[in-house]
């Protein structure tokens, strides 16, 4: 069965560090979303990608987040610099380009800031 | 801005008892409802999605129904068992002119005791 895959699972970093999330679609999904979900809340979204473009990045703190879909395939969810708040569960999710619109989910990064 | 609302925030309930989740939202111009599962640390398991034109949709023991003119939808479990221990979490697509959005409740921590 066609799953999202993430990695890493976890992380461990340190303020001020960079990190990296990698994202891989579930093949032939032409949408992609960033999510963060803080314990104990819904999942928020960051980014949304069509293809390679971002259509929506409204809730994406830009000045230290960013993120990628160069060949509209895989993605990258960068942080520089981490910040405490940042700690959350870091999910991915696609879907394909219907008005259906069902979302499939990955297993998430949870991320842990010291 | 569309709000979801699920009630009870959590839930313990003896094995084998039928029960019900509530899920509540503000804007009913949507496109459909999602009913999810979340197991402690992991990513999000889609369970039942009810298209805007439709009142119900059946999986095994769940029954999710949607009523969209009063914002509400309920997630029916049929002789619950332990391994229904998980948050349950609803969300609702909006359109954004070009755009679907995807907005999250914070969930029904649901536990079924042996």
């Known amino acids: 069965e066609a799953e999202v895959a993430q990695s890493p699972r976890y992380k461990i970093t340190e303020k001020s560090q960079a990190v990296a999330f990698w994202c891989d679609p579930i093949?032939?999904?032409?949408?992609l979303y960033w999510y963060r979900q803080i314990l104990g809340q819904g999942p928020e979204l960051l980014v949304q990608f069509q293809d390679e473009s971002v259509v929506d990045d409204s809730q994406l703190p830009k000045d230290r987040f960013s993120a990628e879909r160069l060949k509209g395939v895989d993605s990258t969810l960068k942080i520089q610099p981490a910040e405490l708040g940042d700690s959350a569960m870091y999910l991915c999710?696609?879907?394909?380009?219907?008005?259906?619109?069902?979302?499939?989910f990955g297993p998430g990064t949870r991320l842990t800031v010291l | 801005k569309q709000e979801v609302t699920q009630i009870p925030a959590a839930l313990s309930v003896p094995e084998g008892e039928n029960l019900v989740l509530n899920c509540s939202f503000t804007?009913?111009?949507?496109?459909?409802l999602q009913w999810f599962r979340q197991d402690p640390g992991k990513g999000l398991t889609s369970l039942l999605l009810?298209?805007?034109?439709?009142r119900e949709q059946t999986s095994g023991r769940l029954n999710a129904s949607l009523d969209k003119s009063s914002g509400r939808s309920t997630l029916y479990i049929a002789a619950s068992q332990p391994g229904d221990s998980a948050t349950y979490l609803c969300?609702?697509?909006?359109?954004?002119?070009?755009?679907?959005?995807?907005?999250f409740g914070k969930g029904t921590l649901l536990t079924v005791n042996p």
């Open positions: 804007d009913s111009a949507i496109y459909n």
């Open positions: 999710a696609s879907s394909m380009r219907s008005s259906y619109n069902e979302q499939f």
């Open positions: 969300a609702v697509t909006n359109s954004g002119g070009s755009n679907y959005k995807l907005t």
């Open positions: 009810i298209q805007s034109s439709q």
């Open positions: 093949s032939g999904h032409a949408t």
